[in-house]
């Protein structure tokens, strides 16, 4: 978990009248962390500036914006399409709208090698399968457009795009929100599978907190685009700050059926961070 590979102080987030991310700082290693926190937060828009992804008019700045050694804030184009899909990769929430609708399977793997690889058609149909395995998919899916997959396909052909390119650093953002519960645990076990084989680091964006305790190393706990806890994961149960318990209690479930969920008390101040686990 030393090595680090992301390495981010002072991220602010601009948009005209909101700023949506407020100096924020983290690193990231050979390791899984994950960033929770309600809607709004700024967990989102976090990973955006880390893949240049921010729209105009938003606008990031940082003291430091580091990934896998280069500066991101001084990245030109031509430098953003060598790094974005690549050495860093994202898997979105929901294929219905992350993946190509009018192009095969196939034809989105096969673009996401040409675009960052020199290999001809054998060698990148060799590359394509391998991607398929990791994701436990068959070769038939290939031919298939993404309106014939079911979410959890989908979900795997996403992560195969990712993947394909052998990334060092894998960005999810709320990978399994758009799935059933056995669904969720299947596409996160082979995520952390695929970053323990690979050895490569992962930022998981999530509000499923007991799916972050069992599969992440540490977790963030954002409010209002600040952090306002850190530890790790495995001691989510046992948090003490107010916003992170109330994060962990406030779900629903069998057992707290017909009881009144626990509500926050939005006027106190969250902003004290635990700096021992950040």
């Known amino acids: 978990m030393t090595e680090t590979r992301i390495a981010v102080s002072g991220l602010n987030i601009d948009y005209p009248g909101a700023r949506v991310v407020k100096n924020l700082s983290f690193t990231l290693g050979n390791e899984r962390l994950a960033l929770v926190g309600e809607s709004g937060s700024g967990k989102s828009m976090t990973a955006r500036a880390l893949m240049g992804l921010v729209r105009k008019p938003g606008h990031v700045s940082a003291t430091t914006l580091n990934v896998l050694g280069r500066d991101v804030t001084t990245l030109n184009d031509r430098g953003w399409r060598a790094l974005r899909g690549n050495d860093i990769a994202m898997v979105l929430q929901d294929p219905r709208y992350a993946l190509n609708p009018v192009k095969t399977v196939l034809a989105q793997l096969d673009e996401a090698l040409t675009l960052h690889q020199r290999m001809n058609r054998k060698q990148r149909m060799e590359k394509i399968n391998e991607a398929l395995r990791a994701v436990e998919l068959e070769p038939t899916v290939l031919q298939r457009y993404p309106g014939e997959l079911s979410g959890g396909m989908g979900q795997r052909v996403m992560i195969a795009i990712a993947l394909v390119n052998d990334p060092h650093v894998l960005i999810a953002d709320e990978p399994t929100s758009a799935l059933d519960a056995r669904l969720r645990n299947q596409i996160l076990e082979l995520l952390v599978a695929q970053c323990e084989q ?81």
């Open 198 to 278: 690979r050895q490569m680091a992962m930022l998981l964006i999530s509000h499923d907190l007991p799916l972050v305790a069992q599969h992440c190393h540490r977790v963030m706990v954002m409010y209002q685009g600040e952090c306002v806890d850190a530890m790790a994961a495995s001691n989510l149960p046992h948090a003490q700050h107010p916003y992170t318990r109330t994060l962990w209690t406030c779900r629903p479930g069998a057992e707290t059926w017909g009881q009144m969920l626990p509500t926050l008390d939005r006027s106190q101040s969250f902003t004290e961070v635990n700096d021992e686990h950040r």
